[in-house]
């Protein structure tokens, strides 16, 4: 399973739709073996699941350019105080 090649922190929410690779109890047991949160659309709902995980993307997206930002802002102060020592 990629849970230990790429490592995700516990809690992660795992989307997914109802087929039978995804609600085995292997599978579910894996899941709750490596601390993923799941979470699973109502039969007939995938475009549902989807809208949620754009959204989701976009909420990634935000926090992300704001880090960027962040460490953009601190490699300025820092060059700016190496320029005026």
Do not use: C, N, W
Request: hydrophobic share 35%; net charge positive; charged share 25%.
């Amino acid at each position: 399973m990629a849970v230990a090649h790429r490592q995700p922190p516990r809690g992660t929410i795992h989307l997914s739709d109802q087929g039978t690779q995804y609600t085995s109890k292997a599978y579910q047991h894996q899941l709750q073996e490596a601390g993923l949160t799941v979470s699973m659309s109502r039969k007939g709902m995938t475009f549902k699941r989807a809208q949620l995980s754009v959204r989701d993307i976009e909420v990634v997206r935000e926090v992300l350019l704001e880090g960027i930002e962040l460490f953009a802002q601190k490699i300025r102060t820092a060059k700016t105080a190496r320029s005026q020592a």
